[in-house]
Nanobody, 121 residues
Framework: QVQLVESGGGLVQAGGSLRLSCDAS????????MGWFRQAPGKEREFVAG????????DYADSVKGRFTITRDNADYTVYLQMSSLKPEDTAIYYC??????????????WGQGTQVTVSS
């Protein structure tokens, strides 16, 4: 089992920035990548960004490219999501996930409890 704990959500005005953190613990060796998903009210959960533990392959959803940056701290098994130029449409619950990366993209196996991000216009 892998436990994931997110932090850093909150309320911010459009154009502002937030940084999310996700601390992983437990059997982290069973996973090879971590990432972030989000779910807005009435919408399906969608992929935001992912990063592999090994060579650090990074993927972003088109909607956040150039605005969001995912980074990792291998020593602490922590993943960060730096969000800049936030828009009201970025409002969602953001979930940290651990899993693996394949040719089809990021495959989540474990989930955090989620953290709310609200962007006001």
């Amino acid at each position: 089992q892998v436990q994931l704990v997110e932090s850093g959500g909150g309320l911010v005005q459009a154009g502002g920035s937030l940084r999310l953190s996700c601390d992983a613990s437990g059997n982290t060796f069973s996973t090879s990548a971590m990432g972030w998903f989000r779910q807005a009210p009435g919408k399906e959960r969608e992929f935001v960004a992912g990063i592999s533990w090994g060579i650090g392959i990074i993927d972003y959803a088109d909607s956040v490219k150039g605005r969001f940056t995912i980074t990792r701290d291998n020593a602490d098994y922590t993943v960060y999501l730096q969000m800049s130029s936030l828009k009201p449409e970025d409002t969602a619950i953001y979930y940290c996930a651990a899993g693996w990366r394949s040719l089809s993209g990021f495959n989540p196996e474990y989930w955090g409890q989620g953290t709310q991000v609200t962007v006001s216009s």
